[in-house]
């Protein structure tokens, strides 16, 4: 039977850990990340939306405390309109990316987005890159049918063939 060391938020945040890892109700837990594909969509996010919205912020898997003293996610990218004043962000970014990876659970993957979603998060998108299927989350999985992922007010526009772009 294996034994879970609780933590606290701030043993954690004092840590460092490669690849970085998310803390969770006092466990760190790891994060599916380095495969390929999964490196390729988030190097394209972080490239094309830094381009045409320079005055926004992009920001390759960035700590977000998304319940304070509880809980730390990474997105595997995230967009503020401005740029936060902690190194470790405490308020919503306006979206925050997760790249799935072929290790991800679904149970883990939508407590995760719920978690964005009552933290306040207004747009989140689920990328799959094997599948080269794009979804936003709204309560439910939604797949994006059109060319583009766009927010509103303010629009950000991210077209499909630039996130699978290299793949």
Not at 3 to 14: H, P, Q, R
Not at 15 to 24: A, L
Request: aromatic share 10%; proline share 9%; net charge negative.
């Amino acid at each position: 039977m294996a034994v879970t060391t609780l933590i606290s938020m701030a043993e954690y945040l004092d840590m460092s850990y490669s690849p970085d890892r998310e803390y969770v109700d006092g466990v760190v837990v790891e994060r599916n990340v380095g495969e390929k594909p999964h490196s390729k969509v988030q190097r394209n996010f972080t490239v094309y939306l830094t381009n045409p919205y320079p005055v926004y912020c992009v920001w390759p898997a960035q700590r977000v405390r998304t319940v304070p003293e509880r809980r730390s996610r990474i997105p595997d990218v995230c967009v503020t309109l401005e740029e936060p004043p902690t190194d470790v962000f405490e308020t919503p970014p306006f979206i925050c990316i997760e790249i799935l990876s072929r290790r991800d659970e679904f149970g883990d993957v939508f407590e995760k987005l719920k978690e964005y979603t009552a933290f306040g998060v207004p747009n989140i998108w689920v990328i799959d890159p094997r599948k080269k299927k794009v979804f936003i989350f709204r309560r439910v999985l939604e797949e994006v049918e059109g060319d583009a992922l766009v927010t509103s007010n303010p629009e950000i526009r991210m077209p499909l063939e630039e996130i699978f772009r290299g793949l």
